[in-house]
C-alpha cells in the first residue's frame, strides 16, 4: 500500500479541548502527523484545522472517518482529493554581516522574502509558500548563517468553488 | 424559578425518566447528593467500589437499552470509575457518568481530590464535557444523554466542579437538542441497498455475520425473519449472541477464536457474506491475511462508518441503523419476485451440516469430575434457557457463550471488546435492578469474582438474589490454557495457592454459599439455589483444573486453523 501525503481541513466547534481530541485520536491509533495548524474562522464558533499527514488510502480514509466521527467536528475535507492551495509561513533569523549581509537580502528578493526585523549583525526573513519553497530557501542559504526557524505548518484551501463551509 | 446547579443535576436526571443511579458519593459531589436525599423520583444505588457501580449502570443499559446512569466523585472517584467507562466504551453501551470535579477556581491547581477527568476519560468515551457554567448545565446533561444513546452508542461523561453545583440558573429542561456538529446518518442509502440485494439474491454460499449491534441496535426481529426468509445461514460473534435464536436449526454458533467448526468454515467458504452491526474484530476474523484468501463478496451494515474497511476491505459498505436497514431489505426482497439459488442453497447447507456433524463442542460428560460446560448446560436447562446470564472474563466466559443457548437479546450480558475481569457481579446487580422479577445469573471465576467482590455487600442491601456461578479450577484458567499450548506449560502465576472459603465469605456477606464437587449434585444444587428467589447464592462449583477451551483458533492464525478437542 503506498503511503501519500494528504492535507486535511478540518472544521470544529471553537470549544476548550476540541484539538486535544485531534491530537489525542492521532496519537491513540498511531496516525502521523506532520504539522498541524488551527485558529477560529470568520464565524467565532467554529475553528479550522489543517492536518498535514501521510498514510496509505486505507489509513487516510480511516484518518478521516475516525475525525467525522468525534463530537465537535462538523465538516472534514481531504483538500488531496482534488485542486488545491498550501501555504506554510517560516520566520528565519540568519546571521547577515559583512559580505554576508548583501547576499542575504539577495536571496530573500529572489524567494519572494520580507526582511521585517533588522540589527547590524541579523535579518529576520519572513517567507510564505508552500512547504517545499520554505525548504528550499533553508538549502539555498548557508546552513552556517541560520540563528533560528520557527514555521506554522501548512493551511489550505480548496481552489475555486470548492468551500468547507458548514 | 433559579435552581442550584445540584438542583439542577437532579431535575434532568427524573426528566430524562431515570430509574436507578449508581454511584459512591465524596466532597465533589456532596451537593448533588444532598439534593438527591431530598427526592424520590429516582433510586440511588450505594456501591461498594466506583468500578462496581459503572458496570452495574452498564449491565443495566445492557439489559434495558435504556441509558445507565452513575455518579462519582472526583480524583479516585473517577479513576476508580475509568476502567467502567472504557468497557462501556469498547462494547457501544449507552451511558452517562456524572463526576464531580473540584471548584473551577482550583482546577489546574493539584488541588485535593484533583485529576484531569476530561483528559483522562478521553480516549474512552464517546464525548465528555466539563460545566463551568451552571446555565449550561441542563442542555449539556440533555446532550449527554441524547449523545450517549444515539447513532453507535456510548459512554458520556459529565464533569462538574463542586461551585456550579451550588450556583444557580433558571432551569428549564430543553424539549430535545440540535447540534450542527453530530447527526448519525440512520437511513441506509438506497443505491447502496439495491447492491447489496443483487449480491444477497445472487448468492450461492451467504452467510449472515451478526454482531452486538443487532442486539444495541433492536434488530434481533427484522434478522430472523431476514434469515427465515432467505433460509441463509446465520453466525454471531460474542457480542451478538441471543440477536438470532441459539437453539434455532439455521445458527450455525458463535465464529472466532473460539467459534465453532462450522460457523468458522462458513466464515472462510462463503461466497457473500453480510455483515450485521459486526467489526471483523481480531478475536472473529484471526489472521486478516489468512481470512482474505478467499474470493467473497462482503456487505457491511453499520452506523458506525468508521468501523467499516477498517480490518477488511468491503464491497458494498452500507452506514446506518441496522434496524432500519434490514426492514428497507425485507421489504423489497419481498416486494420483489427474486429469490436465492435454492438449489445451490440446498448444496450449502449440506456443506454446513457436514461441518456441524463435527460436533466441536462436545466433551466428556462421564467424566468424575465436574466439567465445567455441564454446569453451564445444567443452568440452561434448569432456568428453561430464559436467565439474564452475565460473566466475567476467561474460560468460564467462553463456556458461558458456547453451551448456554441464548434465544433472546440482552440476555447475555458480558465485557467483549475490553475483556474487563469483575464485571459479572456488578453487570448482574444492574440487571436484576433492571428486572427485579427474572432469573439472573452470574457465571464466574475464582480469579474474576474476586475483582470485585465486595458488591456482595451491596447485594445485600438491595436484597438482589442473584445465583453466582462460580466455576471454580483454581487457576486462571484462559491464562493457564495458552501456558500449556504455548509457554511450554510453564504456569507462570496462573495458579493461586490461597483462594477464600466461598462458602464462608459469601455467609458473612450475609447471602447462601454452597460447594458442590460431584457431577451428579450440579442439577440438583441448582434447582436448590434457583428455588431460593429471595437469596443470593453463591455457587462454588468445583471444576476440573485442566479443561480447555475449544476450537480454539492460535493468536496470529487463520479461523480455519482451529485446534479441536480431540486433536488432543
Redesign the interface.
Given at each position: 500500500m503506498k503511503s501519500r501525503r494528504h492535507i486535511i481541513s478540518v472544521l470544529?466547534?471553537n470549544e476548550?479541548?476540541a484539538l486535544?481530541?485531534v491530537a489525542?485520536l492521532f496519537s491513540?491509533r498511531g496516525y502521523n502527523i506532520e504539522s498541524l495548524t488551527v485558529a477560529p474562522t470568520e464565524d467565532a464558533t467554529l475553528s479550522r484545522m489543517t492536518i498535514v499527514t501521510t498514510g496509505s488510502e486505507?489509513v487516510v480514509?480511516?484518518i478521516v472517518?475516525?475525525l467525522?466521527?468525534l463530537?465537535?467536528?462538523?465538516k472534514v475535507l481531504d483538500l488531496s482529493d482534488g485542486h488545491h492551495i498550501e501555504r506554510e509561513l517560516m520566520l528565519v533569523k540568519v546571521r547577515a554581516g559583512g559580505k554576508d549581509r548583501e547576499e542575504m537580502k539577495r536571496m530573500a528578493d529572489i524567494f519572494r522574502g520580507r526582511i521585517i526585523d533588522v540589527t547590524d549583525k541579523t535579518y529576520t526573513i519572513e517567507l510564505t509558500g508552500t512547504g517545499s519553497k520554505l525548504d528550499a530557501f533553508l538549502e539555498a542559504i548557508d546552513a552556517a548563517v541560520i540563528l533560528e526557524t520557527v514555521r506554522t505548518g501548512a493551511s489550505g484551501i480548496g481552489r475555486g468553488e470548492r468551500v468547507l463551509k458548514? | 424559578m433559579e435552581l442550584t446547579g445540584a438542583e439542577i443535576v437532579v431535575r434532568c436526571l427524573a426528566e430524562e425518566g431515570v430509574e436507578y443511579v449508581f454511584g459512591y458519593p465524596g466532597g465533589a459531589v456532596l451537593n448533588i447528593y444532598d439534593e438527591i436525599f431530598k427526592q424520590d423520583k429516582f433510586k440511588h444505588v450505594l456501591v461498594r467500589h466506583e468500578q462496581g457501580a459503572v458496570h452495574a449502570a452498564d449491565g443495566y443499559a445492557r439489559a434495558t437499552g435504556r441509558v445507565g446512569v452513575a455518579l462519582v466523585t472526583s480524583g479516585p472517584g473517577v479513576t476508580n470509575a475509568v476502567t467502567g467507562i472504557a468497557t462501556a466504551y469498547m462494547d457501544s453501551i449507552p451511558m452517562v457518568v456524572i463526576t464531580g470535579q473540584v471548584p473551577t477556581a482550583a482546577i489546574g491547581l493539584d488541588a485535593f481530590q484533583e485529576v484531569d477527568t476530561?483528559?483522562i476519560t478521553?480516549?474512552c468515551v464517546?464525548?465528555n464535557f466539563?460545566v463551568k457554567d451552571v446555565r449550561d448545565l441542563a442542555v449539556t446533561i440533555k446532550k449527554a444523554f441524547h449523545?450517549a444513546a444515539t447513532g453507535r452508542p456510548g459512554p458520556v461523561v459529565v464533569d462538574i466542579p463542586k461551585d456550579v453545583t451550588m450556583h444557580t440558573a433558571e432551569f428549564a429542561y430543553p424539549a430535545g437538542v440540535e447540534?450542527?456538529?453530530?447527526n448519525p446518518v440512520l437511513k441506509g442509502h438506497a443505491g447502496q441497498i439495491k447492491k447489496a440485494l443483487q449480491m444477497v439474491l445472487g448468492a450461492r454460499r451467504p452467510l449472515l455475520y451478526t454482531g452486538g449491534g443487532v442486539v444495541l441496535g433492536n434488530a434481533a426481529e427484522a434478522l430472523r425473519e431476514l434469515a427465515r426468509l432467505l433460509n441463509f445461514p446465520v453466525t454471531s460473534t460474542l457480542m451478538g449472541l441471543g440477536g438470532y435464536p441459539a437453539t434455532d436449526r439455521q445458527f450455525l454458533g458463535m465464529l472466532g477464536m473460539h467459534g465453532t467448526y462450522e460457523a468458522n468454515l462458513s466464515m472462510q467458504h462463503c461466497d457473500v457474506l453480510v455483515a450485521i452491526g459486526a467489526r471483523f474484530d481480531d478475536r472473529v476474523i484471526g489472521n486478516p491475511a489468512h481470512f482474505a484468501r478467499e474470493q467473497r463478496k462482503i456487505i457491511h451494515i453499520d452506523v458506525?462508518?468508521?468501523s467499516i474497511?477498517?480490518r477488511v476491505?468491503v464491497d458494498v459498505p452500507i452506514v446506518g441503523d441496522v434496524k432500519a436497514v434490514l426492514e428497507e431489505m425485507l421489504r423489497q426482497i419481498k416486494a420483489g419476485r427474486e429469490r436465492p439459488d435454492q438449489e445451490a442453497l440446498t448444496a450449502w447447507w449440506t456443506q454446513i451440516e457436514l461441518w456441524r456433524a463435527k460436533d466441536c463442542l462436545r466433551y466428556n460428560r462421564q467424566s468424575p469430575i465436574i466439567k465445567p460446560q455441564y454446569v453451564v448446560e445444567k443452568l440452561w436447562e434448569v432456568t428453561g434457557g430464559e436467565a439474564y446470564v452475565t460473566s466475567d472474563v476467561g474460560q468460564h466466559q467462553m463456556w458461558a457463550a458456547q453451551y448456554y443457548r441464548f434465544n433472546e437479546p440482552r440476555r447475555w450480558i458480558n465485557s467483549g471488546g475490553l475483556g474487563t475481569m469483575g464485571v459479572g457481579l456488578p453487570y448482574a446487580m444492574g440487571v436484576q435492578l433492571a428486572h427485579p422479577a427474572a432469573q439472573v445469573a452470574c457465571i464466574t471465576g475464582e480469579g474474576s469474582i474476586q475483582m470485585n467482590i465486595q458488591e456482595l455487600s451491596t447485594c445485600k442491601e438491595f436484597n438482589l438474589p442473584l445465583k453466582i456461578i462460580l466455576l471454580n479450577n483454581r487457576y486462571l484458567g484462559m491464562v493457564r490454557q495458552w501456558q500449556e499450548f504455548f509457554y511450554k506449560e510453564r504456569y507462570a502465576e496462573s495458579y493461586m495457592g490461597s483462594l477464600p472459603d466461598f462458602v464462608k465469605l459469601a455467609e458473612a456477606y450475609g447471602h447462601v454459599g454452597m460447594t458442590i464437587e460431584k457431577p451428579e449434585d450440579v442439577e440438583r444444587a441448582l434447582r436448590e439455589a434457583f428455588a431460593m428467589k429471595d437469596r443470593l447464592v453463591f455457587m462454588n462449583f468445583i471444576t476440573d483444573q485442566e479443561e480447555n477451551v475449544f476450537p480454539m483458533v492460535p493468536g496470529g492464525k487463520g479461523i480455519t486453523e482451529m485446534i479441536l478437542a480431540e486433536e488432543l
Open positions: 470544529m466547534e476548550a479541548g486535544s481530541r489525542g491513540a486505507e480514509e480511516q472517518k475516525q467525522n466521527k463530537i465537535d467536528v462538523v458548514l | 476530561v483528559g478521553r480516549p464517546k464525548h466539563l449523545i447540534m450542527r456538529s453530530y458506525d462508518p468508521s474497511s477498517k476491505k
